[in-house]
């Protein structure tokens, strides 16, 4: 599979600043130590599901003997639960590093549990979103010393999760609405962290936690008028947030490419706006569809195939829903059968060519 590296030697050698016996040499030896440049996947899957399973283990023990323990063991084992991971995540540094990074990272997960167990402990007066700043403050502060891309990550979960719990707590009658759009924007400005192969980790995380979250909180968002309590005027501080705060993010990752965020959150705020009415409207339908193809849009002036994929995923889950709310009921029940078949052979065939014509655009430029 022809790889980032390749069309670049191609292109200096093409321009006569390679001569071509030492590019095939490098190519040579590109391929001969392939497999040992980089950990292959099952290491990895090991080392995620590893770290999952050993947190839940040891969280699952403390829970199972919590009741049998006084006040001061309790507070022992909630530092000793941090604290051990840390101290083992330092002790195989040298030895193995992502090990390491897995072990930090399970310290900072454990931290979130014990901030709530001690808040248990000491019958601390109830308001969550404090907690989640503790452990969001941690994880910033795991992050800035250790430079592990998954402390990154957890700050970058914690943090606009904290937001949203304050919102939820102090306007618990009109909540939903601005958080889901926050969602939705920092979703959209996750996704366009990733700027090329090179990226970082930490980009490149962000970049799959935009892929995971942007269809979901899209989806939410556009059917926000379920909810009764969700008005677009309420909570200027909210929706202040909602929208600057992700396109203040926007800003640090992508500099002046963030306009093109500004963009998305215009999108964001109209399809709030329009989204007050308490059927179906066909107006949503088609601002989603629109959101969906200026996605594709995106993903082609900046050569990132996911965004291409996305917003072909979100066109088509936008036509299947309008049809299932607002076309099926209207036809018999084999009509609409037929019409549904119809739509997922022939929209679905159609939808794919469409993007395996737009991927293959993207890779020819690159």
């Known amino acids: 599979m022809r790889t980032d590296w390749e069309a670049t030697l191609a292109r200096w050698t093409a321009a006569g600043l390679l001569e071509a016996g030492a590019a095939e040499r490098i190519r040579n030896w590109e391929s001969e130590n392939a497999r040992t440049s980089g950990m292959r996947w099952p290491i990895w899957v090991a080392l995620v599901f590893g770290t999952i399973l050993l947190g839940a283990g040891v969280l699952l ?8 323990l006084a006040q001061g063991p309790r507070m022992a084992l909630v530092l000793l639960l941090v604290l051990v991971f840390h101290a083992a995540g330092v002790v195989v540094t040298e030895h193995f590093p992502p090990l390491s990074v897995a072990l930090h990272t399970a310290g900072t997960v454990a931290l979130g549990a014990g901030i709530a167990l ?21 994880a910033a502060v795991a992050w800035l010393l250790l430079r592990h891309w998954t402390q990154g990550l957890l700050a970058a979960i914690l943090f606009p999760w904290w937001l949203a719990g304050e919102w939820v707590v102090r306007n618990p009658d009109a909540y939903i609405l601005p958080v889901s759009a926050g969602i939705c924007g920092l979703s959209f400005t996750y996704l366009t962290a990733r700027r090329a192969a090179s990226d970082s980790l930490f980009r490149k995380g962000l970049g799959w936690l935009g892929c995971i979250a942007l269809l979901p909180s899209a989806s939410l968002l556009a059917s926000e008028h379920w909810l009764k ?3 677009f005027a309420s909570g200027a501080v909210g929706w202040t947030v909602a929208l600057l705060g992700p396109l203040a993010v926007a800003a640090l990752l992508r500099g002046r490419e963030a306009i093109w965020n500004a963009t998305a959150l215009a999108w964001i705020a109209v399809l709030a706006a329009i989204n007050q009415g308490g059927v179906d409207s066909v107006l949503v339908y088609i601002w989603c569809a629109v959101g969906a193809v200026n996605l594709v849009v995106w993903g082609l002036r900046d050569g990132r195939s996911e965004r291409v994929n996305l917003g072909i995923a979100g066109f088509a889950l936008t036509v299947l829903v309008f049809y299932f709310s607002s076309v099926m009921d209207r036809l018999g029940r084999s009509v609409s059968l037929i019409v549904l078949g119809l739509l997922f052979l022939g929209g679905g065939w159609l939808l794919e060519r469409t993007r395996r014509g737009l991927i293959a655009r993207i890779r020819g430029a690159a």
């Open 61 to 68: 023990f403390v829970s199972a003997h919590w009741d049998e």
């Open 118 to 138: 001690a808040g248990q402990i000491y019958q601390i007066e109830e308001h969550w979103p404090a907690a989640i700043l503790l452990w969001a403050c941690g």
């Open 229 to 231: 309590s969700a008005t």
